[in-house]
């Protein structure tokens, strides 16, 4: 009986603990301002990681492109 006892309060103790140093909410007004530039940041964001993934697939595939268009074609003529 005095272990679960010493467990008990152990445990209430570390409640006790959490509870004295969490984070309380804070009730906090964020302005239309703060709002719309939170949002026009995030979507910049992500806009910028998709050109990113674009502009990394694309560039090879347009090397590609162009290579095949330059390659003279041989003709396969018999030599004279």
Do not use: D
């Not at 906090?28 to 703060?34: C, I, K, N, R, T």
């Not at 806009?47 to 390659?71: D, H, N, Q, S, T």
């Amino acid at each position: 009986m005095p272990n679960l006892i010493r467990m008990e309060s152990a445990a209430l103790a570390a409640i006790g603990l959490f509870l004295l140093t969490g984070a309380s909410p804070a009730f906090a007004y964020m302005g239309a301002g703060a709002g719309l530039s939170a949002i026009g940041s995030a979507l910049s964001f992500i806009g910028v990681l998709l050109l990113m993934i674009v502009g990394f697939v694309w560039y090879p595939v347009k090397r590609l492109l162009r290579r095949k268009r330059v390659e003279p074609v041989q003709s396969e003529t018999p030599a004279e």
